[in-house]
C-alpha cells in the first residue's frame, strides 16, 4: 500500500441498506477524515478522527458513522442509505499539527449511487 | 458562517497566463490551501500560504492577503493538462478545511 486506499471505487445500492467504505492508510498520519462531493458544492466534511479512538461529527454527519480502532483503518458506515447520500465520497489524512500546514492526502474516492 | 467564494469557470489559452480568485471567511485562520483536481480523480495538493504574501512553486504562484480575506492561484505558461478544477481550502480556528466549490479551468489550444 501507498498512500491511502479506499474501497470499493463503486457501488450500486438499494435504499435501506447498510453499507461500509473502506479507508486505509500507510503514512502514519494521525489525522483522518471523511468527504463528500457532490456536483456544484465543495467538498463537505461528514466525520474526522484526530487520532486513534476518538472520532468527531463534521459538516453533514446525518446519516452516517465511523470508528477509528486504530491509525491505519477509518471506515464510514450508512446504517440505512437513502438517494440523497448517492455522492462520491473522499477519505483523507494528515499529519495534524497545531501550528504547520496540515497538507491533507486523499484516497482515490468510492462513487456511491444509492437507489 | 464560513464561506469560500471562487468563480465557477474559466477559460485560458495554451501558453497564457490565468488566475484564479478566493475570497474567504472563516472562524479564525491557519492558512489558505490550493489543491487540483482533475476530472474523475482525488484532489492533490498545490499550495499553502499563511503569511501575506506570494509563495512561487514552478508554473503556480499563490498570493495571500489576510486583512482582504483573499487569495488567488497565478498558472504561467498553460499547458493542456492543465485542464482541472482548483479548489480552494482555508483551515479555521479548529484545523478543519472549509472548502469552496472549485473554478473550472479549460485550457484552449
Known amino acids: 500500500i501507498a498512500g491511502i486506499t479506499q474501497a470499493p471505487t463503486s457501488q450500486i445500492l438499494a435504499a435501506g441498506r447498510r453499507m461500509t467504505l473502506r479507508c486505509t492508510q500507510d503514512?502514519?498520519?494521525?489525522?483522518m477524515y471523511w468527504y463528500r462531493q457532490d456536483l456544484g458544492l465543495g467538498l463537505r466534511l461528514i466525520h474526522y478522527?484526530?487520532?486513534?479512538?476518538?472520532?468527531g461529527k463534521g459538516e453533514v454527519p446525518d446519516g452516517y458513522s465511523v470508528s477509528r480502532a486504530n491509525t491505519d483503518d477509518f471506515p464510514l458506515t450508512l446504517a440505512s442509505a437513502v438517494p440523497s447520500q448517492t455522492s462520491v465520497y473522499f477519505c483523507?489524512?494528515?499529519?495534524?499539527?497545531?501550528?504547520?500546514?496540515?497538507?491533507?492526502?486523499f484516497g482515490p474516492g468510492t462513487r456511491l449511487t444509492v437507489l | 458562517g464560513q464561506n469560500i467564494d471562487q468563480p465557477t469557470e474559466m477559460t485560458a489559452t495554451e501558453g497564457a497566463i490565468v488566475q484564479i480568485n478566493c475570497t474567504y471567511q472563516?472562524?479564525?485562520?491557519?492558512?489558505l490551501f490550493w489543491y487540483q483536481q482533475h476530472a474523475g480523480e482525488a484532489p492533490t495538493f498545490l499550495s499553502y500560504?499563511?503569511l501575506d504574501g506570494l509563495e512561487e512553486k514552478g508554473r503556480f504562484s499563490s498570493f495571500l492577503s489576510r486583512s482582504k480575506g483573499y487569495s488567488y492561484l497565478l498558472l504561467k505558461e498553460l499547458q493542456m493538462k492543465d485542464s482541472a478544477s482548483y479548489l480552494c481550502?482555508?483551515?479555521?480556528?479548529?484545523?478543519?478545511?472549509?472548502w469552496g466549490a472549485g473554478t473550472k479551468l479549460i485550457i484552449k489550444p
Open positions: 500560504n499563511v
Open positions: 503514512m502514519r498520519h494521525n489525522a
Open positions: 481550502a482555508a483551515m479555521d480556528s479548529n484545523y478543519q478545511l472549509i
Open positions: 483523507a489524512s494528515s499529519e495534524r499539527e497545531v501550528a504547520g500546514k496540515g497538507e491533507q492526502f
Open positions: 472563516t472562524s479564525g485562520f491557519n492558512g
Open positions: 478522527s484526530n487520532t486513534a479512538g476518538t472520532t
